[in-house]
């Protein structure tokens, strides 16, 4: 059984899983699933064509998928799909995506701190962290395990890889590759993200890989492709290969 408090308003087409429960003045709109378990606390939103897996904990005055904040958006049916497990806290908003049929995917497992919001389009992995008052443009991307300190801003169509954390403050307007420090007003490499990579399980010898890595793409003084061809040999480990093609995959150059 479901447990909906009597001030709860929630749409009869809507789907509410077992086991899950709707605190007081909730809005639940049309065409909405909410999967097992979850918890949405008072004054929560959840608006139209937005899908919540499993285990879901959504704090108050969060409002799910939201319009777009964008002037191309002309009212078409599009959607917010969130996977299982997540933490959103409080006064987050998340948008769901521009295109007709489109989606804002956000995966598995992430906590999502206070006060910030997550735009149109965004593809958010599993296992990240989104501290409080964090600003995520449209179109961008964040890879499984990224990390973004307090007051980050994420400009659009941008990229946070695997396992990078980005500190405080910080104003991401290209690609922060995978398994780095960043901090400064623009994201500036500072070395491995060592704690990080620890508490992901990776063995001494895979961090030192990525360290040999490192030094390579930033301290030699190469030009990026240079660097890249020179790490990219064969035997490399995995983690190379995906900071390999992460960089050259970019759109907007990576942080150098």
Known sequence: MSEIAPTARIDETATIGPGSSVGEFCVVERDVVLGEGCRLEPY???????TMGDANTVSSGTVLGSDPLDKNFKGERSYLKIGNGNTIREHFTISRATKPEGATMIGDRNYIMTAGHIAHDCHIGNDTVICSNVLVA??????????LSGGVMVHQFCRVGRLALVSGNTRVNVDAPPFFVYYGFDPEPHGLNVVGLQRAGFSSLRILELKRAYRVLYREGLKLEEALQKIDVPGASDDVRHLVVFCRESKRGVAR
């Open 138 to 147: 449209g179109y961008c991307a964040l890879e499984d395990g990224a990390y």
């Open 44 to 50: 929560v939103y959840v608006k139209r064509w937005t």
